[in-house]
């Protein structure tokens, strides 16, 4: 499976971004999907994710009632829309893809998109 990802961009805080994440897999239902950051001087951390079957969608306390995530698999697409921007939430954003139903940890996904740049100015 290969994952491209865009969406990415400058904007101020308590602006919004809509993140995609485009997959060649047209199965794109078999897998359960998410998205990692990683900000300059950290680890990659978790953001969300989302079961290939069912409604299950997960994500870190710091985004929860900011980011939603969401796919529409007849478009093999994966989207994380973001809301209230802060400036900490400024880090290379990554989808993912598992053959998992879903996770929450990144060793457990097996195809990785090429990561998108989010700034968020204060």
């Known amino acids: 499976v290969q994952l491209q990802a865009s969406g990415g961009g400058l904007v101020q805080a308590g602006g919004s971004l809509r993140l995609s994440c485009a997959a060649s897999e047209r199965t794109l239902n078999r897998f359960g999907m998410g998205w990692f950051r990683k900000a300059p001087g950290k680890e990659r951390e978790f953001v969300s994710a989302i079961a290939s079957i069912g409604d299950g969608r997960y994500y870190t306390d710091s985004v929860k009632g900011r980011f939603t995530i969401s796919r529409d698999d007849a478009k093999n697409t994966v989207f994380l829309q973001m809301n209230s921007l802060k400036p900490e939430d400024t880090a290379v954003y990554y989808c993912?893809?598992?053959?998992?139903?879903?996770?929450?940890?990144?060793?457990?996904?097996?195809?990785w998109g090429q990561g998108t740049q989010v700034t968020v100015s204060s």
């Open positions: 993912a893809a598992t053959k998992k139903l879903v996770a929450v940890t990144e060793d457990n996904y097996e195809y």
